[in-house]
Nanobody, 121 residues
Framework: VQLQASGGGLVREGDSLRLPCAAS????????TAWFRQAPGKEREFVATINKQGGPVYGDSVRGRSTISRDNSKDTVYLQMNSLKPGDTTIYFC????????????????WGRGTQVTVSS
C-alpha cells in the first residue's frame, strides 16, 4: 500500500493550493482518507477526512477555507486549500483506513510521506 501526497510548495498569503493524495495497492474508495498536518515539535493535527461516499469532515483550523474531495476512478483524494495563511505552513500528510475516531491520527493505518506547504506573508 502506498499513498503519495503532492502539490505542496511556496505560496503567498491568500493564495490557494490543491494537494492530491494518490493511493495504490488498495481500493481507496473503500476507506476513509484523511489529511493531517504536523509542525516541528507539535502533535499531528487533523485537517480533513472523507469517506467513500464523499462525505467530508473538517478540522477547525481549515473549516470554511478548504474542501476535501475524491475521484474514486483515480484512487485520489484532493485537499483544496484557499485563503492560505502563514499559520498553515507545515508538512501535510495523507492517511487512509477505517477509523473509529475520524480525527485521530492513530486511527489510520496507512500513511504517505508528507508534502511541505509554506505560506509567506
Amino acid at each position: 500500500v502506498q499513498l503519495q501526497a503532492s502539490g505542496g510548495g511556496l505560496v503567498r498569503e491568500g493564495d490557494s493550493l490543491r494537494l492530491p493524495c494518490a493511493a495504490s495497492g488498495l481500493t481507496a474508495s473503500n476507506y476513509w482518507t484523511a489529511w493531517f498536518r504536523q509542525a516541528p515539535g507539535k502533535e499531528r493535527e487533523f485537517v480533513a477526512t472523507i469517506n467513500k461516499q464523499g462525505g467530508p469532515v473538517y478540522g477547525d483550523s481549515v473549516r470554511g477555507r478548504s474542501t476535501i474531495s475524491r475521484d474514486n476512478s483515480k484512487d485520489t483524494v484532493y485537499l483544496q486549500m484557499n485563503s492560505l495563511k502563514p499559520g498553515d505552513t507545515t508538512i501535510y500528510f495523507c492517511a487512509t483506513g477505517t477509523p473509529r475516531l475520524l480525527t485521530s491520527p492513530t486511527a489510520y493505518g496507512y500513511w504517505g510521506r508528507g508534502t511541505q506547504v509554506t505560506v509567506s506573508s
